[in-house]
């Protein structure tokens, strides 16, 4: 609570230690990398719940046992980039199979259809608008993200470095931004003040 209480004035502190044009940047390269992380979750916590909600609604319809629990595990599993819809898919199938054969194939038709309209419009359209990635960079940073988890963690790790692999390549794609501009002068930012003594 202190902490997010003194949060901005040790920020404002911090790019004090700067020169005006220098802080500016920063500070610019923080709001922009905030800004795409936060769209990030936003975008990916949207399309997760609706993937829950649907399978939660198509389970329910069957009959099919607990099925607002695992409209919530497809949610859960689903903010997985990419590939989470199928992670989350083949049990939740394979359960509504259990029930009852129509239920499966149902669930399976319509896991397949979302997944298409959400790896190819509502994800991409996404990631887009907030994070700004190119899906075939969306693509490259989950495989890398959780390549490194998986070796430092195994599967958990693998897991978690998936999720955060797109936020992380937004970050760094804004500090590239930011590098390849230069040390530009901001003259319009900032104003320089001279006081001249009496």
């Known amino acids: 609570y202190f902490a997010m209480l003194e949060a901005p004035r040790l920020w404002r502190s911090f790019l004090g230690l700067f020169n005006?044009?220098?802080?500016?940047?920063?500070n610019?390269?923080?709001?922009?990398?905030?800004r795409a992380v936060t769209g990030?979750?936003?975008?990916?916590?949207?399309?997760?719940?609706?993937a829950g909600i649907v399978v939660g609604v198509t389970l329910t319809v069957f009959g099919v046992p607990f099925a607002i629990l695992l409209g919530v595990f497809v949610a859960l599993v689903d903010l997985l980039p990419l590939?989470?819809?199928?992670?989350?898919g083949v049990p939740?199938?394979?359960?509504?199979?259990?029930?009852?054969?129509p239920a499966g194939i149902i669930t399976l038709v319509v896991f397949l259809i979302y997944q298409?309209?959400?790896?190819?419009?509502?994800?991409?359209?996404?990631m887009s608008k907030?994070?700004?990635?190119?899906?075939?960079?969306?693509?490259?940073?989950?495989l890398i993200g959780a390549t490194l988890g998986g070796r430092v963690a195994g599967a958990l790790g693998a897991f978690v470095g998936a999720l955060t692999g797109i936020p992380l390549g937004g970050a760094i794609q804004v500090v590239l931004r930011?590098?390849?501009?230069?040390?530009?002068v901001l003259e319009d930012a900032v104003t320089v003040v001279v006081v001249v003594p009496d």
């Open 20 to 26: 005006p044009p220098t802080a500016l940047r920063l």
């Open 28 to 34: 610019r390269v923080i709001d922009e990398t905030v």
């Open 40 to 50: 990030y979750m936003l975008g990916n916590a949207m399309t997760s719940i609706i």
């Open 83 to 88: 590939v989470g819809g199928l992670i989350a």
């Open 92 to 101: 939740v199938v394979i359960i509504a199979a259990i029930h009852s054969v």
């Open 116 to 126: 298409q309209i959400e790896n190819h419009f509502l994800n991409p359209v996404i």
């Open 130 to 142: 907030t994070v700004r990635l190119n899906p075939f960079w969306v693509l490259l940073a989950v």
């Open 178 to 184: 930011e590098v390849r501009r230069g040390p530009e």
